[in-house]
């Protein structure tokens, strides 16, 4: 499920739409701002960019200059005044909600909104890799899942009964990532090529939508997906799969002073661990 020739998280098996990037994007007092229109912008109306590496580089936003960083290279979330995406509601028929001051032209999302699905989609992966493992999934990570439910303890027990098995966690992860699908609105979208005269197969929507579908599709290929033990992020791992009891670098941790220094960590406890062996054997 997962399109190795992209080495990142969420390559879809099928064409995603153009990730659609706004004229002009700020942060002002814990809001990303996001222009509809800007006369003195390179692209007035916006432009579209290509949404390959968009889930790697949303589970690692941490700091408000990363949503920024984010916002201009991939686009706005698109969050409406329920703080959900815009598409929470929408119908075939019309829209239901729109981004906050849609009618003024510059609207707002919380950053604090930005964090929240940021962490919910870290934990998603996170746990997929976990599992595959044969673990149970870290705790912060579950909690950061949970978290959606804290204030419905029907649904909350319901959930941590989902945790305490094996399937259950499984099944609880498909469900989330479910809810994801459904706020974002995804639906296929089949379009004819007159300039290839065929009919084409593409999933349409909104930053948030293409963010679903690559976490759908992340999950869906959980085999590769291995946590980062010098960063702690989850990425998707190029050639053998993750083994048990060994560490695993991203690329860009593979080779840094911190990834050599737990691989001499992890040499000398061995070494250790064999000397105890040993005197513990001739005494």
Not at 30 to 48: I, K, M, N, Q, V
Not at 159 to 173: D, F, I, K, V, W
Request: glycine fraction near 8%; proline fraction near 4%.
């Amino acid at each position: 499920m997962v399109d190795m020739d992209w080495g990142v998280m969420g390559a879809t098996v099928f064409p995603a739409s153009s990730a659609f990037v706004p004229p002009r994007v700020e942060l002002e007092n814990g809001y990303l701002l996001w222009w509809r229109y800007d006369a003195g912008s390179r692209y007035a109306h916006g432009h579209e960019t290509s949404p390959r590496g968009m889930l790697d580089a949303f589970v690692r936003l941490g700091t408000p200059d990363d949503v920024i960083r984010f916002a201009r290279r991939y686009g706005s979330l698109v969050l409406c005044e329920h703080g959900l995406p815009a598409t929470h509601n929408w119908t075939g028929e019309k829209a239901g909600c729109y981004p906050l001051d849609w009618e003024q032209g510059v609207c707002r999302e919380p950053v604090e909104r930005w964090f929240h699905y940021a962490s919910e989609a870290r934990a998603l992966v996170s746990i997929a890799a976990e599992l595959q493992q044969g673990k149970e999934g870290q705790e912060e990570s579950w909690q950061a899942l949970l978290d959606r439910y804290r204030e419905d303890e029907v649904l909350l027990e319901l959930a941590r009964n989902y945790r305490a098995t094996a399937e259950g966690r499984r099944s609880l992860l498909s469900s989330l990532v479910n809810e994801w699908l459904a706020l974002a609105n995804a639906r296929l979208s089949l379009t004819w090529n007159a300039a290839k005269s065929r009919w084409d197969l593409m999933m349409r929507g909104t930053t948030f939508t293409i963010l679903a579908t690559q976490l759908m599709f992340a999950i869906g290929g959980a085999h590769r997906l291995a946590i980062c033990d010098a960063c702690g992020q989850p990425y998707l791992r190029e050639g053998r799969a993750p083994q048990s009891g060994r560490l695993n670098f991203c690329p860009r941790c593979r080779g840094t002073r911190k990834a050599n220094t737990l691989r001499q960590r992890r040499y000398r406890a061995k070494k250790r661990a064999q000397q105890r062996t040993r005197e513990d054997t001739d005494g």
